[in-house]
């Protein structure tokens, strides 16, 4: 059993997807817990032709959101296994690699959000990595290692490194630290020049602005990428599940009437009458649609 610190990692912990909250034992005796089972991945809208695996953009500047692609480097088998079910029950989409050869080829490949980067590797060092990345791509690198010496932790940031981890670590601090690395910039990258207008609704990514009729409506943040995410595939079903692990991949979000609330409330900004929807509309038992 691999552990980060106090906190082990069971057998049953090798398992991805959204948690899912667990009924409490009966009292007076411990009754078998029920999970509702989920698909470890939810149904996610048509993938645009030509996209690039690990980036939300495709051709002509469409997008779709996604889970944070996270490529962890590290030659000790043992961690890598227990990084991907602990990541993945976070809500990141994980990668791997054993050795630097192949960090390059994979990060190349998925131009991850984050990469977590051992330091001593069996064919360079890892510090020689973080520069040969961060030469191909301005991606947040978070360094991973048990050597914790002063002059390793600054020599790692020198280079371009963002963060620094010493082993063993507890998986929490870890997830702690990489959300705040991500929330200093964007998870997707969205074109600067992208627009996308389906009828009287126009949405501008890059400015943030939505307008209908050509009238500019105010919308919150969460409003204005639920929206997005939904006119990025007009007239395509966008499941419930699909939703929430895009907006609030970073939260454990049990209550899904939080997605309904944002959904209301983009109903009464947007449609000209919210109680018979004609932009955003529902489609019982599966998710929503964006039609013109």
């Keep these: 059993m691999t552990s980060f610190g106090d906190l082990p990692l069971p057998p049953a912990f090798l398992r991805t997807g959204r948690r899912k909250k667990v009924s409490a034992p009966a009292p007076g005796g411990i009754s078998p817990a029920r999970v509702t089972a989920v698909p470890a991945v939810p149904p996610a809208p048509t993938p645009l032709a030509g996209s690039v695996p690990g980036q939300g953009a495709g051709p002509a500047g469409m997008f779709r959101y996604r889970r944070p692609v996270v490529l962890v480097v590290d030659d000790e088998e043992s961690y890598r296994q227990a990084l991907v079910a602990g990541l993945g029950h976070e809500g990141f989409a994980v990668e791997v690699a054993a050795d630097g050869h192949e960090a390059m080829r994979q990060f190349h490949r998925l131009r991850p959000d984050l990469v977590l980067l051992d330091v001593m590797l069996p064919d360079q060092s890892g510090v020689e990595l973080c520069q040969r990345m961060r030469a191909v791509a301005p991606v947040p690198i ?151």
């Design 142 to 292: 978070i360094m991973v290692t048990a050597r914790d010496s002063e002059v390793d932790v600054v020599v790692g940031l020198e280079v371009g490194a963002s963060d620094y981890v010493a082993k063993p670590f507890r998986l929490r601090e870890l997830v702690a630290r990489m959300r705040a690395v991500l929330r200093r910039g964007p998870i997707t990258q969205m074109p600067r020049d992208e627009v996308l207008s389906e009828g009287p609704v126009r949405l501008d990514q890059a400015r943030r602005e939505v307008s209908v009729h050509g009238r500019p409506v105010e919308l919150s943040r969460k409003e204005f990428d639920m929206l997005a995410l939904l006119m990025a595939q007009p007239g395509q079903v966008v499941t419930r599940e699909w939703c929430i692990d895009q907006l609030w991949w970073d939260q454990d979000l049990a209550d899904s009437r939080t997605l309904d609330t944002h959904v209301k409330r983009l109903r009464r900004k947007l449609e000209p009458d919210p109680a018979n929807p004609r932009h955003i509309v529902t489609v019982r038992g599966v998710g929503f649609r964006f039609e013109p």
